[in-house]
């Protein structure tokens, strides 16, 4: 049986992580790939980087922590932020990313995640939809972290990004996102119900019980959560042994002796 | 020193993949040089070979046919000399005898069957079948799957939307289930393929790629 994954997501800004947490048993807190170390070592399903770096000059700086990271851990990295241009998706897939997220390119040009599907493959990328609620029921993807709405009706638009060659929909709830009130579950329900492909929900995770939410309620194939590792509330050993306690299923943890 | 080559012939990055090579082999004590290749002089020379891919099979086939000499140098050392061989997921279903992703495209017909669309008997499971599945070993004790049946719950990372269908039960080593058995490892003598990645399966992929490199078939 194919099991629910469950992702950690590393905000990344000018090469540095962004409100990571201190492990006593990190070097560099700061170092993306050190941090994703950590999350490797405690069952992280995938990882994710959320590269918010502002300025274009600084966005190469990312690939070596992609770089580093890829090299040291043997599991999926997908790396998002950014990413415009097919010239963009091949140094990130260079560097070591297996995916890379399309966002605010896909809404400017959709016939960019076509291009890149037919290039580079539907099994690398994914596309990631912000959506807020407008109305009972639906939701209007925006971009520029919630601040630019699109008029683009978020289910249709998964729809629209599926048909063109998405392997996957990273959804975010900017109306949950950073509240820790727990996944918008109607908006990830109607979004998983309506694509053939994997969703991946995220946005507003503030306990456990939400991960395992997203799966029950938002039909969810996959959790994303970034403050509640960062800061150290849960490690991911244990969100992975509550959601098996809730009857989700995840893969065991498989590690060799550190 | 012995070498193994990892197939370079435009699909996807292979450096984290020659990574977990490089690491495997450490971890099984063995001194190995990993050469990521588009040289067939390096391939026909090469103890061992890797043949990775990703992407759609008629891509993956045109690809590798475009490198010069490639596919004779591959079919030289697979067949007559029976160098040890490793397919991974798209590079494992080129094994078929064809492919019928978006075309009919032949395969390397070292494994008679076909590459079929995945058809889960669930209509709620989604296409593609991408995450962490488990894996269960059939038929004899293969030893590349020595670490896999040794261990309790094997789960290795699969991203498909076709699966190899052999023609001949006894070439499925390994299967999954996503609504139904899906073919996670296929082999017959000297060569082997699986369809999940053991490069991106942590433990039990590094496991895997371990005894591929200490198989003696």
């Known amino acids: 049986m194919l099991k629910v994954r469950l992702i950690p997501c590393l905000d990344v800004k000018d090469g540095r992580v962004v409100k990571g947490v201190n492990f006593v048993d990190l070097v560099d807190a700061g170092d993306p790939a050190e941090q994703a170390r950590i999350y490797d070592r405690e069952g992280a399903d995938e990882l994710t980087f959320l590269d918010i770096t502002a300025s274009h000059e600084n966005r190469s700086i990312i690939l070596d922590a992609v770089a580093r990271t890829a090299e040291a851990c043997f599991m999926p990295l997908t790396v998002g932020g950014g990413v415009r241009t097919e010239s963009d998706i091949r140094r990130l897939l260079m560097a070591g990313a297996d995916k890379v997220s399309i966002n605010t390119a896909a809404v400017h040009n959709p016939d960019f995640v076509g291009a890149a599907a037919r290039k580079f493959g539907s099994q690398c990328i994914v596309v990631a939809i912000d959506a807020k609620a407008t109305a009972p029921g639906g939701w209007e993807v925006f971009t520029h972290g919630g601040r630019n709405p699109t008029g683009l009706d978020a289910v249709e638009w998964a729809r629209r990004m599926t048909a063109m060659g998405a392997g996957e929909i990273l959804l975010t709830s900017m109306d949950r996102d950073g509240t820790r009130a727990g996944f918008d579950t109607a908006l990830t329900r109607a979004v998983s119900d309506a694509v053939t492909v994997p969703v991946i929900a995220s946005g507003g995770v503030g306990t456990l019980d939400h991960l395992v939410e997203g799966v029950k309620q938002g039909h969810a194939s996959a959790v994303l959560a970034a403050s509640i590792f960062h800061f150290g509330t849960f490690r991911l050993r244990q969100a992975k042994e509550h959601m098996a306690r809730a009857g989700v299923p995840v893969r065991p943890i498989d590690r060799r002796p550190a | ?217």
């Open chain 2, 1 to 217: 020193m012995e070498t193994v080559a990892i197939i370079d012939y435009g699909s996807g990055n292979l450096r984290s993949a020659a990574k977990a090579f490089e690491r495997a082999a450490a971890d099984a004590g063995l001194a190995l040089r990993i050469v990521v290749t588009a040289d067939p002089d390096a391939v026909a020379r090469a103890a061992r070979i890797v043949l990775p891919g990703v992407g759609a099979f008629a891509d993956c086939h045109a690809g590798l046919e475009a490198v010069d000499g490639m596919v004779p140098a591959l079919r030289a050392a697979v067949e007559e000399k029976g160098r040890p061989f490793l397919g991974i997921c798209v590079g494992m279903q080129l094994m078929a005898t064809r492919g019928l992703e978006h075309r009919v495209t032949p395969g390397l017909g070292w494994i008679p069957g076909e590459v079929v669309a995945l058809q889960p008997g669930d209509a709620r499971l989604k296409v593609p079948h991408m995450g962490w599945n488990e894996l269960r070993p059939r038929g004899p004790r293969h030893a590349v799957l020595a670490g896999i049946e040794g261990a309790a719950a094997p789960h290795a990372y699969f991203v498909h939307s076709y699966q190899f269908v052999p023609l001949d039960p006894s070439h499925v080593l390994a299967t999954t289930d996503y609504g139904g058995p899906v073919t996670a490892v296929v082999g017959r003598d000297n060569l082997v393929g699986t369809q999940f990645h053991p490069e991106k399966s942590q433990e039990v992929g590094l496991r895997l790629i371990a005894d591929f490199l200490l198989w003696r078939p």
